[in-house]
């Protein structure tokens, strides 16, 4: 029987139209969130290897995609350089995080409460730095983007 697990699905901007309802549905669970006016969206699904997801935006079609093998490679961790918390508190609205990831890789953040999204590529020594719009409490993940995604760094915005 195949393990079950929480799947982070994330669409980025002009994932989908604007804003609206993205709805997701796996065989064990079906999430709606809003997507935001670029048209990313971010949720978590239970959901297992090799299930398929129904990915529908309002009332269009829905795209189906299968949860890949789950990922292999390690979230970043906070750069040994920089002291103190991986992520600021918000500064007119901003949070900037802090990490470590793999030399030149791809790095994407995403803001689960709103679906806001930045990435940047770490330097030559892996370390790397992103703003992103942040609330206090708001929780953001960090991936390695690869195919699939890394698994989350989880940070919540102090």
């Known amino acids: 029987m195949p393990t079950i697990t929480s799947v982070d699905v994330v669409g980025l901007p002009g994932a989908v139209a604007g804003v609206g309802?993205?709805?997701?549905?796996?065989?064990?669970?079906t999430i709606t969130v809003d997507a935001?006016?670029?048209?990313s969206f971010a949720l978590i699904v239970d959901a297992a290897e090799n299930d398929l997801l129904q990915?529908?935006?309002?009332?269009?079609?829905?795209?189906?995609?299968?949860?890949p093998?789950?990922?292999i490679m390690t979230a970043p961790q906070p750069d040994p350089l920089?002291?103190?918390?991986?992520?600021?508190?918000p500064?007119?609205?901003v949070s900037t995080i802090f990490g470590q990831g793999i030399v030149q890789a791809s790095i994407l953040a995403v803001n689960f409460r709103t679906a806001a999204t930045n990435t940047t590529?770490?330097?030559?020594?892996?370390?790397?730095?992103?703003?992103?719009?942040?609330e206090a409490g708001d929780e953001v993940r960090v991936y390695i983007e690869s195919d699939p995604l890394s698994s989350a760094w989880v940070l919540t915005v102090p």
Request: cysteine-free; glycine content about 8%.
């Open 36 to 39: 935001s006016a670029s048209g």
């Open 69 to 71: 093998l789950l990922p």
């Open 121 to 134: 590529v770490a330097d030559a020594a892996g370390r790397f730095s992103l703003t992103i719009p942040a």
């Open 55 to 67: 990915v529908r935006f309002e009332s269009s079609e829905a795209a189906v995609v299968t949860v």
């Open 21 to 29: 309802r993205v709805t997701v549905s796996s065989p064990h669970q």
């Open 82 to 89: 920089h002291v103190g918390s991986p992520i600021t508190a």
């Open 91 to 93: 500064v007119s609205g």
